[in-house]
Protein backbone atom coordinates (compact mmCIF):
# COMPACT_ATOMS: atom_id res chain seq x y z
CA UNK A 1 0.00 0.00 0.00
CA UNK A 2 1.23 3.54 -1.02
CA UNK A 3 0.65 6.87 0.31
CA UNK A 4 -1.92 8.23 -2.27
CA UNK A 5 -5.05 9.57 -0.95
CA UNK A 6 -6.69 7.54 -3.62
CA UNK A 7 -5.97 4.34 -1.45
CA UNK A 8 -8.02 3.26 1.43
CA UNK A 9 -5.81 2.61 4.60
CA UNK A 10 -7.57 0.08 5.56
CA UNK A 11 -8.16 -3.01 3.30
CA UNK A 12 -10.70 -5.70 4.74
CA UNK A 13 -10.56 -9.46 3.59
CA UNK A 14 -11.29 -10.23 0.60
CA UNK A 15 -14.64 -12.32 1.28
CA UNK A 16 -17.38 -10.77 3.80
CA UNK A 17 -16.83 -12.05 7.48
CA UNK A 18 -18.62 -15.13 8.76
CA UNK A 19 -21.71 -14.26 10.55
CA UNK A 20 -20.34 -15.65 13.93
CA UNK A 21 -16.74 -16.58 15.16
CA UNK A 22 -15.73 -19.56 16.29
CA UNK A 23 -16.29 -20.55 20.02
CA UNK A 24 -14.42 -18.58 22.64
CA UNK A 25 -13.39 -21.18 25.27
CA UNK A 26 -11.51 -20.04 27.57
CA UNK A 27 -11.89 -16.32 26.73
CA UNK A 28 -11.64 -14.80 30.03
CA UNK A 29 -8.26 -16.73 31.56
CA UNK A 30 -5.84 -14.59 31.92
CA UNK A 31 -2.98 -14.60 29.13
CA UNK A 32 0.78 -14.76 30.82
CA UNK A 33 3.20 -11.99 29.16
CA UNK A 34 5.04 -15.21 28.14
CA UNK A 35 2.10 -16.59 26.35
CA UNK A 36 1.53 -13.48 24.51
CA UNK A 37 3.31 -14.30 21.41
CA UNK A 38 1.60 -16.95 20.95
CA UNK A 39 -1.79 -15.93 21.41
CA UNK A 40 -0.58 -13.06 18.90
CA UNK A 41 0.63 -15.93 15.77
CA UNK A 42 -3.94 -16.81 16.72
CA UNK A 43 -5.32 -13.54 16.54
CA UNK A 44 -3.41 -12.96 13.32
CA UNK A 45 -4.49 -16.30 11.89
CA UNK A 46 -8.24 -15.44 12.84
CA UNK A 47 -7.62 -12.24 11.30
CA UNK A 48 -6.44 -13.43 7.90
CA UNK A 49 -9.85 -15.58 7.91
CA UNK A 50 -12.25 -12.99 8.28
CA UNK A 51 -13.02 -13.47 12.43
CA UNK A 52 -12.17 -9.93 13.35
CA UNK A 53 -14.17 -9.81 16.07
CA UNK A 54 -12.46 -12.81 17.68
CA UNK A 55 -8.78 -11.53 16.72
CA UNK A 56 -9.52 -8.78 18.19
CA UNK A 57 -10.67 -10.29 21.70
CA UNK A 58 -7.23 -12.30 21.75
CA UNK A 59 -4.98 -8.65 20.76
CA UNK A 60 -6.28 -6.90 23.62
CA UNK A 61 -5.64 -9.81 25.77
CA UNK A 62 -2.66 -9.83 24.61
CA UNK A 63 -1.98 -6.58 25.29
CA UNK A 64 -2.91 -6.95 28.28
CA UNK A 65 -0.30 -9.37 29.88
CA UNK A 66 2.19 -6.19 29.41
CA UNK A 67 4.42 -8.30 27.26
CA UNK A 68 7.75 -7.37 25.92
CA UNK A 69 8.17 -3.77 24.11
CA UNK A 70 8.36 -6.25 20.36
CA UNK A 71 5.38 -8.28 21.91
CA UNK A 72 3.71 -5.47 23.14
CA UNK A 73 3.83 -3.35 19.69
CA UNK A 74 3.05 -6.38 17.88
CA UNK A 75 -0.44 -7.22 19.44
CA UNK A 76 -1.08 -3.16 19.32
CA UNK A 77 -0.19 -2.80 15.70
CA UNK A 78 -2.58 -6.41 15.08
CA UNK A 79 -5.52 -4.40 17.22
CA UNK A 80 -4.84 -1.00 14.92
CA UNK A 81 -5.89 -3.14 11.98
CA UNK A 82 -8.10 -5.36 12.84
CA UNK A 83 -10.65 -2.39 14.50
CA UNK A 84 -9.95 -0.58 10.90
CA UNK A 85 -11.03 -3.29 9.30
CA UNK A 86 -14.36 -3.96 11.72
CA UNK A 87 -14.64 0.12 11.16
CA UNK A 88 -14.08 1.31 14.66
CA UNK A 89 -11.45 4.26 13.61
CA UNK A 90 -11.56 5.46 17.20
CA UNK A 91 -10.32 2.20 18.80
CA UNK A 92 -7.93 1.58 15.73
CA UNK A 93 -6.19 5.25 15.80
CA UNK A 94 -5.94 4.22 19.85
CA UNK A 95 -3.80 1.19 19.30
CA UNK A 96 -1.48 2.36 16.91
CA UNK A 97 -0.73 5.34 18.87
CA UNK A 98 0.49 3.05 21.34
CA UNK A 99 2.24 1.13 19.40
CA UNK A 100 3.89 4.12 17.38
CA UNK A 101 4.92 5.29 21.45
CA UNK A 102 6.73 1.98 22.10
CA UNK A 103 9.38 2.88 19.67
CA UNK A 104 9.94 -0.35 18.68
CA UNK A 105 12.37 -0.77 15.45
CA UNK A 106 10.23 -2.82 13.75
CA UNK A 107 6.15 -2.83 14.69
CA UNK A 108 6.31 1.00 15.50
CA UNK A 109 7.19 2.56 11.95
CA UNK A 110 4.16 0.37 10.55
CA UNK A 111 1.82 1.21 12.94
CA UNK A 112 2.78 5.05 12.23
CA UNK A 113 2.47 4.42 8.94
CA UNK A 114 -1.33 2.86 9.31
CA UNK A 115 -1.81 5.71 11.59
CA UNK A 116 -0.80 8.87 9.04
CA UNK A 117 -2.70 7.31 5.94
CA UNK A 118 -6.01 6.57 8.44
CA UNK A 119 -5.93 10.71 9.56
CA UNK A 120 -4.93 12.25 6.36
CA UNK A 121 -8.20 10.73 4.89
CA UNK A 122 -10.56 11.69 7.64
CA UNK A 123 -9.11 15.30 7.41
CA UNK A 124 -6.99 14.99 10.33
CA UNK A 125 -4.34 16.59 8.53
CA UNK A 126 -1.96 18.46 12.01
CA UNK A 127 -2.17 15.14 13.80
CA UNK A 128 -0.88 13.40 10.47
CA UNK A 129 1.73 15.39 9.89
CA UNK A 130 3.01 14.98 13.68
CA UNK A 131 2.75 10.89 13.01
CA UNK A 132 4.79 11.55 9.64
CA UNK A 133 7.38 13.42 11.71
CA UNK A 134 7.68 10.47 14.37
CA UNK A 135 7.67 8.35 11.45
CA UNK A 136 11.20 10.05 10.45
CA UNK A 137 12.37 9.58 13.60
CA UNK A 138 11.74 6.36 14.18
CA UNK A 139 15.13 6.19 11.67
CA UNK A 140 13.66 2.91 9.58
CA UNK A 141 14.72 3.76 6.26
CA UNK A 142 12.08 1.54 4.27
CA UNK A 143 9.55 3.68 5.59
CA UNK A 144 11.53 7.46 5.03
CA UNK A 145 10.31 7.91 1.58
CA UNK A 146 6.25 7.67 3.02
CA UNK A 147 7.13 10.07 5.74
CA UNK A 148 8.88 12.60 3.54
CA UNK A 149 6.24 12.38 1.23
CA UNK A 150 3.83 12.87 3.99
CA UNK A 151 5.47 15.88 5.20
CA UNK A 152 5.87 17.26 1.86
CA UNK A 153 1.94 17.22 1.18
CA UNK A 154 1.48 18.95 4.80
CA UNK A 155 4.17 21.61 3.21
CA UNK A 156 2.15 22.08 0.34
CA UNK A 157 -1.45 22.19 2.11
CA UNK A 158 -0.23 25.24 4.65
CA UNK A 159 1.77 27.37 1.56
CA UNK A 160 5.44 26.28 2.95
CA UNK A 161 7.62 25.73 -0.72
CA UNK A 162 10.57 25.58 0.95
CA UNK A 163 9.79 22.72 3.43
CA UNK A 164 8.10 21.25 1.00
CA UNK A 165 10.62 21.68 -1.48
CA UNK A 166 12.95 19.25 0.95
CA UNK A 167 10.67 16.72 2.22
CA UNK A 168 10.10 16.00 -1.97
CA UNK A 169 13.61 15.72 -2.21
CA UNK A 170 13.85 13.67 0.20
CA UNK A 171 10.88 10.87 -0.77
CA UNK A 172 12.56 10.83 -4.13
CA UNK A 173 16.33 10.02 -2.88
CA UNK A 174 17.33 6.87 -3.62
CA UNK A 175 19.59 4.35 -1.50
CA UNK A 176 23.34 5.02 -2.54
CA UNK A 177 25.37 2.26 -4.06
CA UNK A 178 23.89 -1.36 -4.04
CA UNK A 179 21.45 -0.99 -1.41
CA UNK A 180 18.65 -2.72 -2.34
CA UNK A 181 14.84 -0.86 -2.59
CA UNK A 182 12.04 -1.97 -1.29
CA UNK A 183 8.58 -2.30 -2.49
CA UNK A 184 7.05 -0.02 -0.10
CA UNK A 185 9.90 2.83 -0.95
CA UNK A 186 9.79 2.30 -4.72
CA UNK A 187 6.10 2.51 -4.79
CA UNK A 188 6.07 5.72 -2.93
CA UNK A 189 9.18 7.04 -5.08
CA UNK A 190 6.72 6.31 -7.98
CA UNK A 191 3.88 8.22 -7.08
CA UNK A 192 5.25 11.01 -5.25
CA UNK A 193 7.27 11.56 -8.44
CA UNK A 194 3.63 11.63 -9.95
CA UNK A 195 2.40 13.76 -7.87
CA UNK A 196 5.73 16.69 -7.84
CA UNK A 197 5.16 16.51 -11.78
CA UNK A 198 1.62 17.28 -11.67
CA UNK A 199 1.86 20.36 -9.48
CA UNK A 200 5.12 21.54 -10.89
CA UNK A 201 3.30 21.36 -14.43
CA UNK A 202 0.29 23.12 -12.65
CA UNK A 203 2.53 25.74 -11.25
CA UNK A 204 4.20 26.49 -15.33
CA UNK A 205 7.31 24.49 -14.82
CA UNK A 206 8.22 22.28 -17.44
CA UNK A 207 11.47 21.61 -16.73
CA UNK A 208 11.40 20.74 -13.06
CA UNK A 209 8.10 18.53 -14.04
CA UNK A 210 10.58 16.38 -16.35
CA UNK A 211 12.98 15.86 -13.89
CA UNK A 212 10.44 14.85 -11.48
CA UNK A 213 9.24 12.37 -13.50
CA UNK A 214 12.78 11.02 -14.69
CA UNK A 215 13.51 10.49 -10.67
CA UNK A 216 10.13 8.40 -10.89
CA UNK A 217 10.96 6.40 -14.44
CA UNK A 218 14.42 5.37 -12.80
CA UNK A 219 12.35 3.00 -10.46
CA UNK A 220 9.41 1.58 -12.79
CA UNK A 221 8.46 2.30 -16.00
CA UNK A 222 5.06 3.87 -15.05
CA UNK A 223 2.31 4.84 -17.37
CA UNK A 224 0.87 8.00 -15.71
CA UNK A 225 4.91 9.54 -15.31
CA UNK A 226 5.32 8.82 -19.71
CA UNK A 227 1.86 10.66 -19.51
CA UNK A 228 3.39 13.27 -17.50
CA UNK A 229 6.65 13.61 -19.43
CA UNK A 230 4.55 13.95 -22.73
CA UNK A 231 2.45 16.91 -21.31
CA UNK A 232 5.75 18.47 -19.80
CA UNK A 233 7.37 18.17 -23.83
CA UNK A 234 4.32 19.34 -25.14
CA UNK A 235 4.69 22.76 -22.75
CA UNK A 236 7.87 23.34 -24.30
CA UNK A 237 6.58 22.23 -27.50
CA UNK A 238 3.90 25.54 -26.74
CA UNK A 239 6.83 27.98 -25.53
CA UNK A 240 8.98 27.19 -28.41
CA UNK A 241 6.54 27.37 -31.08
CA UNK A 242 5.15 30.71 -29.29
CA UNK A 243 7.92 31.98 -29.69
CA UNK A 244 8.34 31.89 -33.19
CA UNK A 245 4.54 33.36 -33.55
CA UNK A 246 4.83 35.80 -31.22
CA UNK A 247 8.40 36.96 -30.41
CA UNK A 248 9.60 38.59 -27.09
CA UNK A 249 9.95 42.09 -27.11
CA UNK A 250 13.67 41.30 -27.07
CA UNK A 251 13.43 39.34 -29.90
CA UNK A 252 11.44 41.41 -32.11
CA UNK A 253 14.49 42.88 -34.03
CA UNK A 254 15.40 40.02 -35.11
CA UNK A 255 15.12 39.03 -38.69
CA UNK A 256 11.44 37.40 -39.44
CA UNK A 257 10.71 33.97 -40.18
CA UNK A 258 10.18 33.23 -43.93
CA UNK A 259 6.65 32.60 -44.94
CA UNK A 260 6.76 28.75 -44.64
CA UNK A 261 8.54 28.92 -40.92
CA UNK A 262 5.68 31.05 -39.85
CA UNK A 263 2.79 29.36 -41.41
CA UNK A 264 4.27 25.84 -39.88
CA UNK A 265 4.57 27.59 -36.58
CA UNK A 266 1.17 29.03 -36.79
CA UNK A 267 -0.33 25.68 -37.20
CA UNK A 268 1.64 23.52 -35.03
CA UNK A 269 0.96 26.01 -32.15
CA UNK A 270 -3.03 26.15 -32.83
CA UNK A 271 -2.94 22.46 -32.80
CA UNK A 272 -0.95 22.31 -29.97
CA UNK A 273 -3.22 24.39 -27.82
CA UNK A 274 -5.91 22.81 -28.67
CA UNK A 275 -4.59 19.37 -27.68
CA UNK A 276 -4.15 21.17 -24.19
CA UNK A 277 -7.62 21.84 -24.43
CA UNK A 278 -7.51 25.62 -24.99
CA UNK A 279 -9.98 26.28 -28.26
CA UNK A 280 -9.69 29.88 -27.60
CA UNK A 281 -6.36 30.38 -27.51
CA UNK A 282 -6.00 28.32 -31.23
CA UNK A 283 -8.25 29.82 -32.76
CA UNK A 284 -6.48 33.18 -31.47
CA UNK A 285 -3.71 32.15 -33.21
CA UNK A 286 -5.34 31.09 -36.43
CA UNK A 287 -6.98 34.32 -36.60
CA UNK A 288 -3.90 36.20 -35.99
CA UNK A 289 -1.60 34.41 -38.73
CA UNK A 290 -4.67 34.59 -41.24
CA UNK A 291 -4.07 38.70 -40.74
CA UNK A 292 -0.28 38.70 -40.49
CA UNK A 293 0.50 41.88 -42.29
CA UNK A 294 2.59 39.57 -44.92
CA UNK A 295 0.61 38.76 -47.76
CA UNK A 296 2.36 35.73 -48.30
CA UNK A 297 2.40 34.67 -45.18
CA UNK A 298 -1.10 35.24 -44.51
CA UNK A 299 -2.03 33.11 -47.89
CA UNK A 300 0.25 30.20 -46.15
CA UNK A 301 -1.67 29.67 -43.10
CA UNK A 302 -5.12 29.89 -45.01
CA UNK A 303 -3.72 26.78 -47.11
CA UNK A 304 -2.94 25.58 -43.84
CA UNK A 305 -5.89 26.18 -42.34
CA UNK A 306 -8.37 24.54 -45.45
CA UNK A 307 -5.74 21.68 -46.01
CA UNK A 308 -7.54 18.38 -46.21
CA UNK A 309 -10.81 20.56 -47.68
CA UNK A 310 -12.64 18.79 -50.68
CA UNK A 311 -12.80 21.70 -53.05
CA UNK A 312 -9.43 22.75 -54.40
CA UNK A 313 -8.76 26.65 -53.92
CA UNK A 314 -7.74 27.64 -56.90
CA UNK A 315 -10.92 27.29 -58.71
CA UNK A 316 -12.61 30.72 -57.87
CA UNK A 317 -14.76 30.90 -55.41
CA UNK A 318 -15.70 27.59 -53.11
CA UNK A 319 -18.79 26.17 -52.13
CA UNK A 320 -20.77 27.86 -49.43
CA UNK A 321 -19.88 25.56 -46.81
CA UNK A 322 -16.42 26.22 -47.15
CA UNK A 323 -16.33 29.24 -44.84
CA UNK A 324 -17.46 27.03 -41.84
CA UNK A 325 -15.24 24.38 -42.80
CA UNK A 326 -12.80 27.12 -42.19
CA UNK A 327 -14.20 27.88 -38.70
CA UNK A 328 -14.21 24.97 -37.85
CA UNK A 329 -11.28 24.41 -38.22
CA UNK A 330 -9.86 27.16 -36.59
CA UNK A 331 -12.34 27.01 -33.51
CA UNK A 332 -11.53 23.01 -33.08
CA UNK A 333 -14.93 22.53 -33.75
CA UNK A 334 -15.50 20.14 -36.34
CA UNK A 335 -17.06 17.38 -34.75
CA UNK A 336 -19.73 19.67 -33.35
CA UNK A 337 -20.37 20.78 -36.90
CA UNK A 338 -20.27 17.52 -38.02
CA UNK A 339 -22.58 16.18 -35.59
CA UNK A 340 -25.05 18.81 -36.46
CA UNK A 341 -24.71 18.00 -40.21
CA UNK A 342 -25.33 14.00 -39.59
CA UNK A 343 -28.73 15.00 -37.05
CA UNK A 344 -30.09 17.09 -39.96
CA UNK A 345 -29.62 14.71 -42.84
CA UNK A 346 -30.96 11.78 -40.30
CA UNK A 347 -33.79 14.01 -39.71
CA UNK A 348 -34.33 14.38 -43.20
CA UNK A 349 -34.31 11.13 -44.29
CA UNK A 350 -36.55 10.50 -41.61
CA UNK A 351 -39.25 13.09 -42.46
CA UNK A 352 -38.98 11.43 -46.66
CA UNK A 353 -38.62 8.24 -46.05
CA UNK A 354 -41.61 8.15 -43.70
CA UNK A 355 -44.03 8.58 -46.74
CA UNK A 356 -42.25 6.33 -48.80
CA UNK A 357 -42.61 3.23 -46.30
CA UNK A 358 -46.53 3.82 -45.69
CA UNK A 359 -47.53 4.05 -49.44
CA UNK A 360 -48.54 7.57 -49.14
CA UNK A 361 -49.98 8.89 -52.61
CA UNK A 362 -51.57 12.12 -51.60
CA UNK A 363 -49.99 14.94 -53.48
CA UNK A 364 -50.83 16.95 -50.52
CA UNK A 365 -49.24 15.13 -47.79
CA UNK A 366 -46.18 14.23 -49.99
CA UNK A 367 -45.70 18.06 -50.22
CA UNK A 368 -46.46 18.83 -47.09
CA UNK A 369 -43.52 16.36 -45.99
CA UNK A 370 -40.89 17.59 -48.08
CA UNK A 371 -41.54 21.05 -47.00
CA UNK A 372 -40.70 19.94 -43.43
CA UNK A 373 -37.64 18.10 -44.95
CA UNK A 374 -36.60 21.38 -46.70
CA UNK A 375 -37.10 23.58 -43.19
CA UNK A 376 -34.83 21.10 -41.44
CA UNK A 377 -31.71 23.23 -41.63
CA UNK A 378 -33.65 26.48 -40.87
CA UNK A 379 -32.66 26.62 -37.06
CA UNK A 380 -28.82 26.25 -37.31
CA UNK A 381 -26.59 28.95 -38.46
CA UNK A 382 -25.53 27.55 -41.91
CA UNK A 383 -28.98 26.90 -42.62
CA UNK A 384 -30.20 30.64 -44.21
CA UNK A 385 -27.14 30.11 -46.64
CA UNK A 386 -28.13 26.46 -48.03
CA UNK A 387 -31.38 27.84 -48.82
CA UNK A 388 -30.12 31.08 -50.33
CA UNK A 389 -27.54 28.81 -52.16
CA UNK A 390 -30.54 27.01 -53.73
CA UNK A 391 -32.18 30.42 -54.52
CA UNK A 392 -28.90 31.42 -56.31
CA UNK A 393 -28.25 28.25 -58.55
CA UNK A 394 -32.35 28.10 -59.33
CA UNK A 395 -32.02 32.18 -60.43
CA UNK A 396 -29.01 31.25 -62.78
CA UNK A 397 -31.36 28.14 -63.98
CA UNK A 398 -34.19 30.31 -64.96
CA UNK A 399 -32.60 33.44 -66.38
CA UNK A 400 -31.83 35.50 -63.78
CA UNK A 401 -34.95 35.47 -62.71
CA UNK A 402 -35.32 35.17 -58.94
CA UNK A 403 -39.17 32.88 -59.26
CA UNK A 404 -39.44 32.12 -54.88
CA UNK A 405 -41.40 34.17 -52.45
CA UNK A 406 -39.27 36.09 -49.98
CA UNK A 407 -38.62 34.18 -47.03
CA UNK A 408 -38.97 31.00 -49.08
CA UNK A 409 -38.98 28.15 -47.71
CA UNK A 410 -40.06 29.49 -43.84
CA UNK A 411 -43.04 30.84 -44.80
Partial sequence: MTTTSGHPARSGPADPPPAADPQDTGETDAVSAQDAADVCDQAQDLAENGHLKRAAKLYRRAVAADPHPRVLARALLGLAVVEDQRGDLPASREAARGAVAT?????????????????EQEGEHVEAEGVWRRLVDLGDPSYAAVAHYGLARSAEDRGDPGA?????????????GSAPLGRLH????????????????????????????????????????????AAAHLEHAIADVGAIVDPGEGERDAPAPDAGTSASAVELLAGLLALRGEPDGAERVWRAGLGDGD?????EVRRRLRRGFAAPEDEGAGPWWEPYLEEAAATATAPALAGELFAVITRMHALLALPVVEGESRADALRAAMEQALRTPSGLVWGADVHADFRSRLREAMGGEDVLPEGWPDL
Wanted: net charge neutral; glycine share 10%; charged share 25%.
Fill in 186 to 229: AATVVEAARDLAGRLLGRGLPGAASAAVERGLSVADDPGLRLLR
Fill in 103 to 119: GDPRYAPRAAYHLGLSL
Fill in 295 to 299: PETAH
Fill in 164 to 176: AEEHWEAALRLPR
